[in-house]
């Protein structure tokens, strides 16, 4: 595991071996597994049909062959497979469509093959191989690498590219727009995994799973992906001049938040110290970032009240904001100068406005309190953030309906509902009234609403 980087890509759709040089990440993608190959016409012989059984190996060893295609663990532009599209959106469909026929064979129940394993590897350590016997495994290491995938579509959606007027290559607007969607559809396929295949698994293969499948890790990934869309309606926020300090605030606390609980709960996924630490800096840096957003827009806020000592509590905010500030260049260099080497990022969205906004407000505010104020007594500590609740939230993710032919498969019973603790009829409304449908590429997670404008934010808050 680790962060995936770029290389240049050769004409051909091949990867040059080493990196010509390391590239900006602006979202962190820990990194992918792969399944390998084995032979389920052969496993499942007396388990189910002949046909079903090619139809399963069939998928499966399409998903192994577009997979080698996207080279070894590295991120690289998009590249093309021969009929013109990317080999990510090729892998992407590949996986929805391996995805009801696997769903048929996990609700089966145990007579199914039970005893089958299904190995997966690490593409960056070929020896960090698992194979477990069970259906759900295979689910969950699915869902997993759509998520990953969706995560660095969505870095490849904010890596800056040449703009039209000649200036500096950028992001641009319908870039961020299109990476908010990607990443809710990131979180979409976390949260699948979290609720619906996690709790199906028994005890004694949930204590194999990899470090990258456990519920630690899986929550973290979900609240980084939330946390990154979050970020970014906190840029379109700052750009929108109809956007009160409010809302700001409010963004850059539920950002806060999010962080929070997705560092909470990377510090328990047992990796290894090496592997885990540019992951922990990734994450520890947004949460600089978003505490320096909060406390300064909290800030500019108490400084327009007329409670006592109003002005000190703001100017203790700003000058949280700013060491935040401070700790978050920092922490953005120690994490592009960890292995794997990633170039420093340029100062982008929220942080480009902030950056240059709270040193000259703090010492702005600095001279007018000492010159106005400087009889309101001084906090002992640091206000505290408002708390609000996460309004943001991803789509949920359905898995599709069990493909048609394990309805002619002899003793074939399959569930309605993927919580095996409740029946069918007890299932959630919420889980049972979408049907995901194969998609072309990771733009959209089933039935979406267009990204927020800032405007329409507005008003709902």
Not at 80 to 103: C, I, W
Not at 198 to 216: D, F, G, Q, V, Y
Not at 284 to 308: M, P, S, T, V
């Amino acid at each position: 595991m680790g962060c995936i980087f770029s290389t240049e890509a050769v004409d051909d759709g091949g990867v040059l071996g080493i990196p010509v040089q390391a590239s900006e990440v602006y979202v962190f993608v820990p990194g992918l597994r792969n399944p390998k190959h084995i032979d389920l016409t052969e496993l499942l012989k007396g388990y189910v049909s002949a046909g079903l059984a090619a139809k399963l190996q069939s998928l499966r060893s399409q998903i192994i062959s577009i997979a080698c295609k996207s080279g070894p663990a590295v991120k690289i532009r998009r590249r093309k497979s021969l009929d013109g599209s990317s080999v990510e959106v090729d892998l992407e469909t590949a996986l929805n469509s391996y995805l009801p026929v696997l769903v048929g064979l996990v609700t089966g129940g145990d007579k199914f093959g039970s005893d089958i394993e299904y190995p997966w590897t690490n593409v960056e350590d070929e020896h960090k191989e698992t194979a477990l016997a069970s259906g759900y495994y295979e689910l969950l290491s699915v869902l997993h690498l759509l998520g990953m995938l969706a995560l660095q579509e969505a870095n490849l959606c904010l890596t800056p590219r040449p703009s039209a007027d000649g200036f500096n290559p950028k992001a641009s607007e319908e870039d961020k727009r299109d990476a908010i969607d990607i990443l809710l559809k990131a979180a979409s396929y976390f949260e699948c995994a979290l609720s619906r295949v996690l709790p199906n698994i028994s005890e004694h293969i949930k204590e194999k799973l990899p470090a990258e499948l456990t519920e630690a890790m899986l929550k973290s990934l979900e609240k980084q992906a939330l946390g990154q869309a979050v970020e970014l309606q906190l840029g379109f926020a700052i750009s929108n001049v109809k956007a009160s300090l409010a809302v700001k605030r409010r963004l850059a606390c539920e950002q806060v938040e999010v962080w929070e609980q997705a560092m909470e709960n990377l510090v328990r996924v047992p990796l290894a110290e090496a592997l885990r630490d540019k992951h922990i800096l990734f994450v520890k840096w947004k949460l600089a970032d978003a505490k320096a957003a909060a406390y300064y827009f909290h800030g500019l806020i108490l400084d327009e009240g007329y409670e006592a000592n109003a002005h000190a509590e703001a100017l203790s905010c700003l000058k949280a904001a700013y060491a935040h500030l401070k700790e978050s260049q920092k922490v953005r260099t120690e994490f592009s100068n960890m292995e794997p080497f990633t170039k420093v990022p340029p100062v982008w969205g929220p942080m480009k406005y902030l950056a240059e906004r709270i040193p000259r407000e703090t010492m702005s505010k600095g001279r007018i309190f000492k010159d106005n104020y400087s009889k309101e007594k001084f906090p002992a500590s640091t206000p505290k953030l408002p708390e609000f609740p996460i309004a943001l939230e991803a789509d949920p993710f359905n898995l599709p309906p069990v493909d048609p032919a394990w309805k002619r498969e002899r003793g074939f019973e399959g569930r309605t509902s993927q919580n095996r603790d409740l029946p069918s009829f007890l299932a959630t409304k919420k889980s049972l009234s979408k049907t995901q449908l194969p998609v072309s590429d990771l733009r959209r997670a089933g039935p979406m609403d267009p990204a927020l404008v800032v405007s329409e934010m507005v008003q709902a808050r």
